[in-house]
């Protein structure tokens, strides 16, 4: 046993593992492609003291940490490092006060995001940030990505969300970042900039976020297009008639994977598939005439409704996209962004990428705001289709960059999209954000070599 593990196991009786076997599920997260180290211990932390405890005791020993929630990133941001220690905040899951009149929550970052929902709406409160893993991913791994999703280009990403965090530093000092008021220019916003830091600046162990009052109606529309270009032309133009929380496009490999898993009954015959869903008052209407636009635009067929649970059935296709695709093989999900207008461009990009390196490609994501998720399936065993796979990864990155745009728009950089950066990111900006970390952490154990 190292001498971080010793230290660790002797001031955390209970919380500690450094059995081999037993620390292997905490290695890495859902990104393929990835490295992952042997940690020399896992600490599975229940409170904020053991944090404390963690921090200073890896600080002192020079030891990097790794913090992690459920696991389900996709950028290797929580992979292990060898002889790190794993920092898991999981059973750190308590919903700590609901303020009604204030519209907050209080929550510890192992809270998984859609019991924190479920919670707001037994009290007549939402809580909006949808990264479409709600019902397995936690509040601290949405903060440390600032996790986006289907519904942010109307409700904004999670940072939109949180009113005040409380974090510890890397020597073990706690921070409190914000009031819980909806103003405050007191300072410099350390909120935001811990919110997306993935795990380099310090570790959240509370976080205030703002809650609202749900949609007093929904309505859906779902339009099937012959090809991609028909139906993000019709994308365009839905800004001019509606504000829609979702706007969310699947091609035609998508709604075949989802009709194989499902048996929903999805035309895939369609080169693409829309799926709006509007909210508020004057929902139906605004889904009406975005179904107006559909039918126009060339769409072949355009369902709509206004009835919720149906408007939700039809949302499931959506959600149901990556398992989905990921019945037919391993899957390097992409995440990245360019301007909606830009769109068709980005699109004919992965085809054509698709096309050359003979990989098959299914490309969903949130039309509305230009994040899209192009999915390479491959076969992970074949040496060469693996080395395929990362082609066209490469191409898709680079098809964005070109298009001014970014190489990732909600799933964080972690280990996966470090060598991008320089093609993003520029000599000075670089500096400045080392020395942002310097300054939080001069030891650089919080999670080095990831995200910047």
């Given at each position: 046993?190292?001498?971080?593990?010793?230290?660790?196991?002797?001031?955390?009786?209970?919380?500690?593992?450094?059995?081999?076997?037993?620390?292997?599920?905490?290695?890495?997260?859902?990104?393929?492609?990835?490295?992952?180290?042997?940690?020399?211990?896992?600490?599975?932390?229940?409170?904020?003291?053991?944090?404390?405890?963690?921090?200073?005791?890896?600080?002192?020993?020079?030891?990097?940490?790794?913090?992690?929630?459920?696991?389900?990133?996709?950028?290797?941001?929580?992979?292990?490092?060898?002889?790190?220690v794993v920092l898991s905040?999981?059973?750190?899951?308590?919903?700590?006060?609901?303020?009604?009149?204030?519209?907050?929550?209080?929550?510890?970052?192992?809270?998984?995001?859609?019991?924190?929902?479920?919670?707001?709406?037994?009290?007549?409160?939402?809580?909006?940030?949808?990264?479409?893993?709600?019902?397995?991913?936690?509040?601290?791994?949405?903060?440390?990505?600032?996790a986006g999703g289907m519904?942010?280009?109307?409700?904004?990403?999670?940072?939109?969300?949180?009113?005040?965090?409380?974090?510890?530093?890397?020597?073990?000092?706690?921070?409190?970042?914000?009031?819980?008021?909806?103003?405050?220019?007191?300072?410099?916003?350390?909120?935001?900039?811990?919110?997306?830091?993935?795990?380099?600046?310090?570790?959240?162990?509370?976080?205030?976020?703002?809650?609202?009052?749900?949609?007093?109606?929904?309505?859906?529309?779902?339009?099937?297009?012959?090809?991609?270009?028909?139906?993000?032309?019709?994308?365009?133009?839905?800004?001019?008639?509606?504000?829609?929380?979702?706007?969310?496009?699947?091609?035609?490999?998508?709604?075949?994977?989802?009709?194989?898993?499902?048996?929903?009954?999805?035309?895939?015959?369609?080169?693409?598939?829309?799926?709006?869903?509007?909210?508020?008052?004057?929902?139906?209407?605004?889904?009406?005439?975005?179904?107006?636009?559909?039918?126009?635009?060339?769409?072949?067929?355009?369902?709509?409704?206004?009835?919720?649970?149906?408007?939700?059935?039809?949302?499931?296709?959506?959600?149901?996209?990556?398992?989905?695709?990921?019945?037919?093989?391993?899957?390097?999900?992409?995440?990245?962004?360019?301007?909606?207008?830009?769109?068709?461009?980005?699109?004919?990009?992965i085809e054509r990428s698709?096309?050359?390196?003979?990989?098959?490609?299914?490309?969903?994501?949130?039309?509305?705001?230009?994040?899209?998720?192009?999915?390479?399936?491959?076969?992970?065993?074949?040496?060469?289709?693996?080395?395929?796979?990362?082609?066209?990864?490469?191409?898709?990155?680079?098809?964005?960059?070109?298009?001014?745009?970014?190489?990732?728009?909600?799933?964080?950089?972690?280990?996966?999209?470090?060598?991008?950066?320089?093609?993003?990111?520029?000599?000075?900006?670089?500096?400045?954000?080392?020395?942002?970390?310097?300054?939080?952490?001069?030891?650089?154990?919080?999670?080095?070599?990831?995200?910047?």
């Open positions: 046993m190292s001498g971080v593990a010793a230290a660790l196991a002797a001031a955390l009786p209970g919380r500690v593992i450094t059995d081999r076997d037993a620390m292997e599920g905490y290695r890495r997260d859902q990104g393929p492609l990835t490295s992952a180290g042997r940690p020399a211990a896992v600490v599975r932390a229940r409170s904020a003291d053991d944090v404390i405890t963690t921090l200073r005791t890896a600080n002192e020993h020079g030891t990097p940490v790794v913090t992690r929630g459920a696991g389900t990133g996709l950028a290797g941001a929580a992979n292990a490092i060898d002889g790190c905040v999981a059973a750190m899951d308590r919903i700590l006060a609901l303020d009604v009149p204030g519209r907050t929550a209080t929550v510890e970052p192992g809270v998984l995001t859609g019991d924190l929902d479920a919670r707001a709406r037994e009290h007549g409160l939402w809580y909006p940030p949808d990264p479409g893993s709600k019902a397995i991913s936690t509040i601290g791994g949405n903060l440390a990505t600032n519904c942010c280009a109307k409700y904004g990403v999670t940072a939109d969300h949180v009113a005040a965090l409380t974090a510890v530093l890397a020597d073990g000092r706690v921070i409190r970042t914000g009031p819980p008021t909806r103003k405050n220019v007191a300072g410099l916003d350390l909120t935001r900039l811990l919110v997306g830091s993935e795990g380099t600046l310090a570790v959240i162990v509370e976080a205030t976020v703002r809650l609202r009052p749900p949609p007093v109606a929904t309505a859906t529309m779902v339009a099937a297009f012959p090809t991609p270009q028909h139906a993000v032309d019709t994308v365009l133009e839905i800004a001019a008639v509606a504000d829609p929380a979702a706007v969310e496009l699947m091609d035609r490999t998508c709604v075949r994977a989802v009709n194989g898993m499902t048996r929903m009954g999805l035309d895939e015959s369609a080169g693409a598939l829309v799926l709006v869903q509007c909210d508020g008052p004057s929902a139906d209407q605004e889904a009406a005439a975005c179904a107006g636009l559909a039918e126009a635009g060339g769409a072949t067929e355009v369902l709509r409704t206004a009835d919720p649970a149906e408007g939700e059935m039809f949302m499931q296709a959506r959600r149901a996209v990556y398992p989905a695709l990921e019945r037919l093989g391993t899957t390097l999900l992409d995440d990245v962004g360019v301007a909606v207008r830009d769109l068709p461009r980005l699109l004919a990009a698709a096309s050359a390196h003979g990989v098959l490609v299914g490309t969903f994501g949130h039309a509305a705001d230009g994040n899209l998720h192009p999915t390479v399936v491959y076969d992970a065993t074949d040496r060469a289709a693996a080395d395929r796979a990362r082609a066209v990864f490469d191409d898709i990155v680079a098809a964005a960059l070109a298009l001014g745009g970014t190489i990732t728009g909600e799933h964080g950089v972690g280990t996966l999209k470090t060598p991008y950066l320089d093609a993003q990111l520029g000599q000075a900006e670089r500096e400045l954000m080392a020395g942002i970390k310097a300054v939080f952490d001069p030891k650089g154990i919080l999670n080095p070599g990831r995200a910047y």
